[in-house]
């Protein structure tokens, strides 16, 4: 029975937790390194083209709003034409009636043939009906002109106002489309070093692992964990469950991977609330990223008040480290680089720091680290990404840890 209790407690800390994290030897770390590097690169340029891309669409956006603008300036200028065109048929029709008054007989009916027919002489009866002829021509071409002129206005301004239609439709496509690329440029991470700080990184690892011994086909994280867990000065104690970093908040944004969210966002109605540990561990670092102004978030909008404050936390849980990130602080709290830390250690203060849309705190999980001898470069670190929500329950809101 107790055999089958602890098979059980393995299955359920296998399934929040796999214990696989394919880590690689020196050597493997090495090459992984020359060809991250490269990838490294590639993602930049990436970037630069997607910020390419962005001031294109950019451009035609205000082009198509240019568009619009003097589309509708058109449509105002045809209503006015209109309007012109319908004064002057009112105009055109009273002088008609005036003309005609001026050689109506009285009883009035039949001006037109009262007045042809009340000549005195054959001359007189010609040019007469000569007379009334042209008068009703002239009449009926002048009404048929204007009545055609605002036809064609009428239907000028249908044409315009379809036009007008097409453009903002064109333009929603446009802004769907830069948003599109925005987000594309965003999943090149919230929190994403820079090319030249990941490849130093990785080599300080290689460094790293070479000094600390490890054997040259020895799991890396596995080969840390034995020595670090034998040095009692550096060894951690294990921790069993994790807490919420927060005494109380909401959820803002949620985990999407690799490829998508890195974590999850987390804010609160005190906008500088203070954050803890997930759980007991060692401070791993403390940094800040390389977002700053004019860098590629400021391309997508974000208001980049300096580079993002970051605490690491490194664990040990399930007899490997796991490592807890928390982003954008304020500031720090009373706390230095390898001190060991509990779940209530006061590590920072929410806040906006770096590429950021406001006050909220990001909080990233991963079985190993890019930064300071955490066992992986930063590709590596991407594939290690623990959902936050496999350690610790996250509702939309909480009032308690």
Same mark, same amino acid.
């Given at each position: 029975?107790? %055999?089958?209790?602890? *098979? ?8 929040? *937790? ?67 065109? =319908? ?12 003309? $005609? ?27 007469? $009906? ?8 002239? =009449? ?33 496509? *446009? ?18 070093? %820079? ?39 550096? %060894? ?51 940094? @800040? ?9 400021? %391309? $997508? ?5 300096? =580079? ?43 806040? @906006? ?49």
């Amino acid at each position: 029975m107790k %055999s089958k209790k602890i *098979l059980y407690i393995f299955i359920v800390i296998s399934v929040l *937790l796999p214990l696989n994290i394919n880590a690689k030897t020196i050597a493997e770390f090495e090459a992984e390194v020359n060809k991250y590097t490269a990838e490294l690169k590639e993602k930049q340029n990436k970037i630069a083209k997607n910020d390419e891309e962005v001031a294109a669409v950019k451009k035609n956006i205000a082009n198509i709003e240019g568009q619009i603008k003097t589309a509708e300036e058109e449509v105002e200028k045809l209503q006015e034409e209109i309007e012109e065109s =319908n004064r002057k048929i009112a105009e055109k029709s009273a002088e008609s009636k005036k003309v $005609m008054q001026y050689y109506q007989i009285e009883n009035g009916d039949n001006a037109y043939l009262e007045y042809a027919f009340g000549a005195e002489t054959i001359t007189d009866m010609i040019y007469r $009906m000569s007379v009334v002829e042209q008068l009703t021509e002239y =009449n009926d071409r002048i009404m048929k002109e204007l009545q055609q002129l605002i036809e064609e206005n009428i239907k000028k301004k249908a044409a315009l106002k379809q036009k007008q239609e097409e453009l903002k439709t064109l333009k929603e496509k *446009l802004e769907a489309e830069k948003v599109r690329i925005e987000a594309d440029t965003q999943t090149i991470r919230e929190s994403m070093p %820079s090319v030249e700080t990941q490849i130093k990184e990785a080599q300080a690892n290689v460094n790293y692992f070479k000094k600390l011994g490890c054997g040259a086909t020895e799991d890396i994280l596995a080969c840390q964990y034995r020595i670090s867990q034998q040095n009692s000065n550096s %060894s951690i104690p294990s921790v069993g469950a994790f807490s919420r970093p927060m005494e109380n908040g909401y959820l803002v944004r949620g985990f999407g991977g690799r490829y998508g969210h890195l974590g999850y966002d987390l804010s609160s109605s005190n906008k500088s609330i203070p954050i803890y540990p997930i759980a007991g561990g060692q401070v791993h670092a403390i940094y @800040t990223d390389g977002c700053t102004s004019g860098s590629w978030c400021r %391309s $997508m909008g974000y208001s980049c008040n300096g =580079n993002a404050k970051i605490v690491v936390i490194k664990h040990n849980y399930n007899g490997s480290y796991i490592y807890s990130s928390y982003v954008h602080l304020s500031g720090y709290g009373n706390i230095s680089q390898g001190m060991q830390v509990t779940k209530d250690t006061v590590i920072g203060y929410m806040g @906006t720091s770096g590429c950021s849309t406001g006050p909220h705190l990001h909080v990233e999980i991963a079985r190993c680290h890019w930064k300071n001898n955490g066992g992986c470069t930063y590709n590596q670190y991407l594939d290690r990404l623990v959902n936050p929500s496999s350690l610790f329950n996250i509702p939309s809101r909480w009032t308690n840890r």
